[in-house]
Structure formats: structure tokens, C-alpha cells
DNA sequence: GTCTATAGTCGGATAGAC
DNA sequence: GTCTATCCGACTATAGAC
């Protein structure tokens, strides 16, 4: 390969990355639906046929915004999910179990509320829960299972439970309910609390809330 | 005023709310950009000229749409809110106060997830928490801020708290977001749970864990 | 790889007959 | 109040020059 077909591929590969950033933005804020390939192409800066030309069609770029998604988020709690699943193979004390719950929550509110690019993040995610397309597989499978479980493998230590069961998993799921809902509902949320936004010291606050009442699902049980 | 122009009228106001049922049904799945002023009439038995008729344009009937869904919603909670309210005015025993938020959640997840109907009034709201537009200060002003001032009240009766200040409201969101996860989530809960929809005695199982929560923070606080 | 130009479809709103 | 017919704008995808 010479350097003339190499510079080629790079700028290609750089219209396709700046193409998934565009998608995050705009698929996040407009959904698949009210998002026009116009928009998307003059976010990235790119030719209206760069799209079909790069990933096929429209929705062939929202897949690779999904998956590129997937890949963020996988790098931002890979370590932890490791330490956890590892952790639960063997006899997990509930005190340690505890400390596990509480990193994670608190990294789950600090990845969806924490950063401004986890916004886009964010809202695509939810759009494609409410009405799922072509994208929930490649979020399901790819990390919402895995971070589920994990959830739940520890609320079940916690609970004494050698199983994960469905009352298990109810638990997890009302604990991620505590941190969803700061998403799901954020203007109405910012509105009764009479906050413009969640700063710094904000998130904290709803941290340590959440910690509490995880600790709450620990004592309830002791 | 003659029986000729009365069943003129009445056939009108027939459309009409066939027309804002069909809203519910085609914004509730659609959203708002995804549905088309055609979906509308044909789900409605319309003509495609009644919208812009009766409503003035495709939004009118979007936020009538919104005001219809806070009538029904504020039809199935005045008496219980009102009851509530009214309780908060005086000194309410902390036990009473934790037999009303039982009450009040376990109608927060019967009207979100008990009724076929509620499916697309709930699908509705959510489209437009994520992107609020022109329905969002309905529903808002109209039944969310009552609904959160009445739990956040019963919460502070529970941490034996005078006033409702913002550590009293995260808590009563985090509440309401173990109920609210069950929609916002929905396809990603059922399929973690191997469960293809929410039946009647699933429902109390989910009821039975809220309530359980909620007297976790009452006796945290004990 | 990227561009312009365009084909083909579907959107919401309106005019005017009934 | 309801209908048909139609306007005009916006959409996605493609063809073909560079």
C-alpha cells in the first residue's frame, strides 16, 4: 500500500468516525425518526452520500452509533464489571458485596449524568427503549444484560440468596430505577428540585442518596 | 337552536374525540414527528382535513391530546391526592403516613402499567419528558408537580422531617423511579426477567417490593 | 472518497364543492 | 362538518462527474 491509497483510507476512516459522532448528537436528540440525513451530514461536515456510501443507509449509521455506544460504555465500566463478576464466583462476603453495590451505582449515575457527551449517550439510549428498533439488540446483548447481572449477582449476596431469582432481580432493577429515573425524568426532575442542572456537588448529593438506600436494602435484610 | 344543527354539532364533537383517541393510540406509539396527520385520520375514521379543523393544526391536537391524558390520570388520583393533601395540612401519625405511600405507589403502578390503555398514555408522557415540546408544561402543571409535592410530603412525614426541602425530594424521586424503570425500561426489564408482559399477579409481586422499599426508609429513620 | 443534481416518495395544510 | 384534490416543502437514496 502507498502512502497516495493510505491517505485515502484515513480520510475516509475520518468521515466515518466524525459521521458517529454526528449520529450520537443528532439520533440522541431528534431519534432515528426526526433525525434527517441532512442534519447528520452537516454536523460531521460531510456529503449527504457519505452515509449510504459508509454504512449503507440511515440505518446503518444508527447501528454503528449503537455499537459505538456499547464500546464507550464497555470501556468505562469493563474493570469494574470483571472485579464484580469475579468476585461472585467465590463465597463474597455481604460487607464486601456492599462496597461493590456502591461503586457501582455510584459509577452508573457518574456515566449518566456526569458527562456532557453522555447526554447524546443517554437520550439515544432511552429513545431506543421506548420504541425499539433496529439498535435495542445491539445494546441488550452488548452491555445492558451484563451490567444487569452484575446487579443483580450482588443484590443476591446481600439478600443471603445463593440464587439469582426474579425477586433478586426486582431488587436490581428498583435500585437501577433510583438512578434511571434522574434520566428518564431529567426536566421534570431539575424542574421540583429547582435546578437548572446537575452540577459537581449535585451528583454527589443523589450519590450518596442512592448508597443509602442500597445500604437500606442491606439492613433490611440483616 | 334546532335538532338539525344539534346533531351537527354532536357528530362534530364525535370526531373530535375520536380523533384525540386516536392521538393517544398514534403519538403514544409514534411520537410526534414519527406520526403522520394521515395515521391520525384513518386511525380516527377521519378525514385528513378534520385535524386542522377541529384543532388547528397537527400540534393542537397533540396538546389536546396531553390534556385529555392529565383529565383521566387526575380522574383516577384526585380523591386519593386530595386525601392526602388534606392529611398533610394537620399532624399526620408517621404509620399513617407510611399506609398512604403504600397506597401511592401501589396506584402509581397500577395506573403505569395496570391498563392496556395506560400503554399509550405512558408511552406518550415518556416521548415527551425525553423531548419536551409543546405538551410538556401540560402535563407538567397538570399532574406531575402534584403528584411529586404529595409523595414528597408523605416522605417527609416518614424522615420525621417540618419541611419538604430538596434531600426530602430526592428521595421521593428515588421512589418513584423503582415505579417508573418498569415503563421507561420496559422491553430490557421483561427480557431480563424471561417474562413477556406485566400480568395481574406479576403486578403485585413489583407492588409488594415497592412497598417493602418504601418501609425501608421508614424504618431507616426509625 | 467526495461531490452535485435529481429521482421518487411522503409530509402538513388548504381551497372549495357538498 | 366533512370531503376530494392539490400545493409546496422536505425527505432518503442514487447516478454520475471529478
Redesign the pocket.
Known amino acids: 500500500m502507498g502512502a497516495h491509497v493510505e491517505s485515502?483510507?484515513d480520510?475516509?476512516e475520518a468521515?466515518r468516525q466524525r459521521l458517529i459522532d454526528a449520529a450520537l448528537a443528532v439520533f440522541g436528540e431528534f431519534g432515528f425518526d426526526g433525525?434527517?440525513?441532512?442534519m447528520l451530514a452537516d454536523q460531521a461536515g460531510?456529503?449527504?452520500?457519505?452515509?449510504?456510501?459508509?454504512f449503507g443507509?440511515?440505518?446503518g449509521l444508527y447501528r454503528a452509533a449503537a455499537q459505538y455506544i456499547v464500546e464507550r460504555i464497555t470501556d468505562q465500566t469493563n474493570a469494574m464489571l470483571e472485579e464484580i463478576e469475579h468476585a461472585l464466583l467465590n463465597a463474597l462476603p455481604r460487607a464486601k458485596a456492599l462496597g461493590f453495590l456502591h461503586k457501582y451505582t455510584d459509577t452508573m449515575v457518574a456515566i449518566m449524568l456526569g458527562s456532557k457527551e453522555a447526554d447524546s449517550w443517554a437520550a439515544f439510549i432511552m429513545k431506543e427503549q421506548l420504541q425499539p428498533g433496529a439498535a435495542f439488540e445491539i445494546l441488550y446483548n452488548g452491555m445492558m444484560r451484563r451490567i444487569h447481572e452484575a446487579g443483580a449477582g450482588l443484590v443476591a449476596v446481600l439478600l443471603k440468596q445463593p440464587q439469582i431469582d426474579n425477586r433478586i432481580r426486582l431488587r436490581a432493577i428498583a435500585i437501577f430505577g433510583q438512578i434511571l429515573i434522574f434520566r428518564t425524568s431529567r426536566h421534570s426532575v431539575l424542574r421540583q428540585l429547582g435546578w437548572k442542572e446537575f452540577s459537581r456537588d449535585r451528583l454527589e448529593l443523589i450519590q450518596s442518596i442512592i448508597r443509602e438506600n442500597v445500604d437500606l436494602v442491606a439492613t433490611g435484610s440483616a
Open positions: 485515502l483510507q480520510r475516509g468521515t433525525a434527517s440525513t441532512r460531510a456529503n449527504l452520500a457519505a452515509i449510504p456510501y459508509h443507509s440511515k440505518e
